[in-house]
């Protein structure tokens, strides 16, 4: 049997491949893709412009669901024709990092970003980085799995929130469902979110998060904390949220936050110049997150119970031969948040 998928040879470069079809051994699954998501990593290693530990040429894709068509005989939990979906870490399970969290594994790798990822029409994996969906979940819903839990898993980390004057800066996928998450399983209602492009701000709005009333006021430079006066502004929030891996975003959260106040960063920020200053200052709390491994559970059952809420993040379907036509829209944010490619057509998720 063949498999045909898409591989970024280079930046800029896709090519059709075809493959044989290995068997499955010990604990490995065959898993037959559904679709693919397209990620802000996707895109950046697609344009050259990624700057994290990766390979080419390489199968992308690490927002995926798909089924089981083969299984080896170690494998215990899953079944023929089950409906999964898995994680982007591939955690060794024995280190003293994966004790704590295994999105940090001292022999990690990262699926679809330093080994072959989802984007082939079949592929192998260990039944131990694979989840079932749960009954009725659409499969395309269950690709988004991963970035909302990565959203859940960096929320973790931020302690008791509820009355706290929250802030989310940027709504592509991962500040969508940030959003998501905040309200839906923490169940705040003080969450304000800002994004320069319209398109994303009025669909964030429409999934429950305030604007910022000063609008002006973000799309210019921030300059709260010019003076000690200033850091104590009504206008700061208790809790600054960076999803856009914008530099200048990171430096508008450090004089949007109040003293004592949190920064989560979950973007992924190239190296910049940032002001520091303030950290000090203010004595300001900085946590940095990666990954969802962990959370997927939790995560699928949040969009099975969501569908409709969650169905408003994919934007554009494609089908895996017009990849080139899907990365190049991926660049036009004022269009498009989650593109997906998919491998065999069946209704859109509501």
């Given amino acids: 049997m063949k498999s045909k998928g898409i591989m970024i040879e280079k930046p800029g470069q896709l090519k059709i491949m075809e493959s044989e079809v290995v068997e499955p051994q010990k604990a490995q ?24 530990p990766h390979s080419y040429p390489l199968y992308f894709g690490h927002e995926w669901s798909g089924t089981v068509i083969k299984k080896g005989k170690k494998v215990k939990s899953l079944n023929i024709g089950d409906t999964v979906t898995g ?82 800066l940027g709504a592509g996928t991962i500040g969508l469902s940030v959003l998501m ?19 994303r701000l009025k669909l964030a709005e429409g999934s429950g998060a305030r604007v910022p009333d000063n609008l002006d ?8 904390g010019e003076k000690y006066k ?24 450090l004089n949007l936050v109040k003293p004592l106040g949190t920064i989560l960063n979950i973007g992924f920020i190239p190296p910049s110049e940032i002001n520091f200053r303030l950290v ?21 059952q949040l969009l099975k119970d969501n569908q409709d809420y969650a169905s408003s993040l994919i934007t554009h ?22 593109i997906q490619l998919f491998f065999e057509e069946e209704s859109e998720p509501n």
């Fill in 217 to 224: 006021l973000f799309k210019g430079e921030v300059k709260i």
């Fill in 317 to 338: 379907r494609f089908p895996f031969q017009d990849a080139q036509e899907a990365f190049k829209l991926s660049k036009e944010a004022a269009q498009a948040v989650k």
């Fill in 87 to 168: 994680d982007c870490s591939i955690y060794c399970g024995k280190c003293q990092y994966c004790q704590q969290d295994k999105n940090l594994c001292e022999n990690i790798h990262k699926f679809g970003i330093t080994i072959g990822g989802a984007s082939r029409e079949y592929f192998l994996q260990d039944e131990k980085y694979l989840y079932e969906l749960p009954e009725n979940l659409h499969p395309g819903l269950a690709s988004l799995a991963e970035p909302v839990a990565v959203a859940a898993h960096a929320l973790e980390k931020l302690g008791e929130i509820s009355g706290k004057r929250i802030l989310v």
């Fill in 280 to 300: 000090t200052l203010k004595a300001i709390r900085l946590i940095g997150s990666i990954g969802g491994t962990g959370n997927f559970p939790q995560v699928l």
């Fill in 230 to 253: 200033d850091f104590y502004s009504e206008f700061a929030y208790d809790i600054v949220i960076e999803s856009s891996g914008s530099p200048k975003a990171f430096d508008n959260a």
């Fill in 181 to 199: 998450v905040l309200k839906k399983i923490h169940k705040t209602k003080k969450v304000e979110l800002f994004d320069l492009i319209d398109f």
């Fill in 29 to 52: 699954v065959l898993l037959k893709v559904n679709n693919v998501g397209i990620c802000g990593s996707d895109i950046h290693l697609y344009y050259g412009s990624y700057t994290g």
